[in-house]
């Protein structure tokens, strides 16, 4: 059983820089792959990163890839979402996910959650 927190959402003007965390507890995230998601109002959720569980190969959606990067630091168990040149278009609320299997996957897939940190994106 892990637990996961995240923290770092804020109200940003676009173009802004955040970072996100996801900080693990119980088991270290370094047996997970971890996704990254977020659900703006009235949207579908969308899994905008990923990393894995063995060789920490990373996934992106397309519409953050090249702006978002996903890493871990395992000596503090805990997982990153570096969010560059924001835009309104990315304003939701992001949570963090695990899975042991290798690869992150679907809402349906990920064993655990955390409670999520809003992210406003606004001039």
């Known amino acids: 059983q892990v637990q996961l927190v995240e923290s770092g959402g804020d109200l940003v003007q676009p173009g802004d820089s955040l970072k996100l965390s996801c900080i693990g507890s119980?088991?270290?995230?370094?047996?997970?792959?971890i996704g990254w998601y977020r659900q703006a109002p009235e949207k579908e959720r969308e899994g905008v990163a990923c990393?894995?569980?063995?060789?920490?190969?990373?996934y992106y959606a397309d519409s953050v890839e090249g702006r978002f990067t996903i890493s871990r630091d395992s000596a503090k168990n805990t997982v990153y979402l570096q969010m560059n040149s924001l835009n309104p278009e990315d304003t939701a609320v992001y949570s963090c996910?695990?899975?042991?299997?290798?690869?992150?996957?679907?809402?349906?897939?990920?064993?655990?959650w955390g409670q999520g940190t809003q992210v406003t994106v606004s001039s």
């Open positions: 990393i894995g569980s063995s060789d920490g190969r990373a």
């Open positions: 119980g088991h270290t995230l370094d047996d997970y792959a």
């Open positions: 996910a695990a899975t042991p299997f290798e690869w992150c996957g679907g809402y349906d897939d990920m064993a655990f």
